[in-house]
């Protein structure tokens, strides 16, 4: 660690709960920074009518803006000394109603599996989806699920306040889609979808006591969910049947038990950065 490492490790380490909206804040620039650098210089690869069109377009406009911005959350994470608290196991436990959560996000990801045409797609731009879905699961839940809902447990909130808050953050980031061209009422439907992603993704993490169930829960929803509805964002088809409708029926029971759980989130954890030995407690 070099000196100038000291005072920002410190500074992190002081429990605020304005700090994680500074750090998710911070996060989305430096994501949004290195997608315009990476546009520079590489711009000449990407489809701008389908940046889903072909591989080195997902690649360039996609995967590599991401990947740089989990590198960069997985540098500052191993920095602060918070790797174990956020990838070791959950401080608290979690109840066996929180299963309903990963279950409908497990329902949706079959049924968005079985309803994508997969001949419409070459192998290349399979593959480059997944790999870009490792990413944003990753990213996206050491953000919010990680450091986020550590954070908000070290300034001492209860469970309830951390899942909500941070699931919240989660569908706020989403709105930085206006500045691509996105219609606001697309970008409105992402926002309530996430939020009740956000929670089913905080239950899987109490739930199993990981965060890493939810980072393949969620590496593996946005590939399917892409690749089934083919594009980006796209609001899901609620009619249909078959496979359509499992999709569309456990995304919307998802996004109305993400909210119910909202009420039902309770328990308190011991701070990440308190002494060891302190009690934690859930109900």
């Known amino acids: 660690m070099t000196s100038a490492d000291v005072p920002a490790r410190g500074f992190w380490n002081r429990p605020a709960t304005w700090k994680v909206f500074l750090l998710i804040a911070g996060y989305l620039v430096f994501y949004l920074a290195a997608g315009w650098l990476l546009g520079l210089a590489f711009g000449d690869h990407v489809n701008k009518d389908n940046v889903l069109a072909d591989p080195p ?27 174990r608290p956020v990838f070791g196991p959950q401080p608290v436990r979690g109840r066996g109603w929180m299963w309903i959560g990963p279950v409908l996000v497990v329902a949706a990801i079959i049924g968005h599996a079985g309803a994508t045409d997969w001949k419409a797609w070459s192998g290349g731009q399979i593959a480059m989806i997944f790999v870009l879905g490792l990413f944003i699961g990753l990213a996206e839940e050491l953000a919010t699920r990680g450091l986020a809902v550590k954070m908000l447990r070290d300034a001492g909130h209860g469970e309830r306040f951390a899942a909500i808050v941070s699931s919240l953050l989660f569908a706020l980031m989403h709105t930085v889609n206006l500045l691509s061209g996105m219609k606001l009422a697309t970008v409105a439907t992402t926002v309530v979808y ?16 990981t965060i890493w169930a939810a980072i393949v829960l969620h590496a593996v929803t946005d590939p399917t969910t892409f690749l089934s509805t083919g594009g980006l964002d796209k609001a899901v088809n609620t009619g249909g049947a078959g496979w359509t409708a499992l999709a569309a029926s456990a995304t919307i029971a998802l996004i109305a038990f993400g909210v119910l759980a909202a009420f039902l989130t309770r328990g308190d954890a011991a701070p990440t950065t308190a002494p060891m030995g302190r009690s934690a407690s859930s109900r």
């Open 57 to 83: 377009s997902i690649l360039v406009a996609l995967l590599l803006p991401v990947a740089v911005g989990a590198a960069a959350l997985l540098v500052f994470t191993g920095r602060l000394g918070w790797l």
């Open 194 to 209: 996430t939020f009740g992603f956000g929670m089913c993704m905080y239950l899987a993490m109490r739930v199993t006591g």
